[in-house]
C-alpha cells in the first residue's frame, strides 16, 4: 500500500502542503477496473487517500473508478477556488 497523501491537495503524513489538517488520512475503495489475482500485493489503482478536510468529496463517487472520481473531485475543488 502507498503511504498516505491526499490526491486533492497532496498533503502527506511526510509533507505537511496545509499545516491547519489533521494528519489524519482515510483510503477510499473506487470501483475496480482491473482484476487483481488473489496472491496479488501491492497498491490497488481503485485505492485512493484523502485527508479528513476533503473526504467528503468522495460521497456518492465510489461506484465511479478512481480515475473518474478524482477528476469530478478536482473539478469541483477549481469550481470552488474560481
Same mark, same amino acid.
Given at each position: 500500500?502507498?503511504?498516505? /497523501? #491526499?490526491? @486533492? #491537495?497532496?498533503?502527506? $503524513? &511526510? %509533507?505537511? !502542503?496545509?499545516?491547519?489538517? $489533521?494528519?489524519?488520512? $482515510?483510503?477510499?475503495?473506487?470501483?475496480?477496473?482491473?482484476?487483481?489475482?488473489?496472491?496479488? @500485493?501491492?497498491?490497488? /489503482?481503485? @485505492?485512493?487517500?484523502? #485527508? @479528513? /478536510?476533503?473526504?467528503?468529496? &468522495?460521497?456518492?463517487? &465510489?461506484?465511479?473508478?478512481?480515475?473518474?472520481?478524482?477528476? %469530478?473531485? !478536482? &473539478? !469541483?475543488?477549481?469550481?470552488? /477556488?474560481?
Amino acid at each position: 500500500m502507498m503511504p498516505p /497523501e #491526499c490526491v @486533492a #491537495c497532496a498533503q502527506s $503524513t &511526510t %509533507r505537511k !502542503r496545509n499545516p491547519s489538517g $489533521t494528519g489524519k488520512f $482515510t483510503v477510499v475503495y473506487f470501483h475496480p477496473t482491473v482484476d487483481y489475482p488473489d496472491d496479488w @500485493a501491492g497498491h490497488p /489503482e481503485s @485505492a485512493v487517500w484523502f #485527508c @479528513a /478536510e476533503h473526504l467528503p468529496l &468522495t460521497e456518492g463517487l &465510489t461506484h465511479l473508478t478512481a480515475f473518474d472520481a478524482i477528476d %469530478r473531485i !478536482r &473539478t !469541483r475543488l477549481t469550481q470552488v /477556488e474560481a
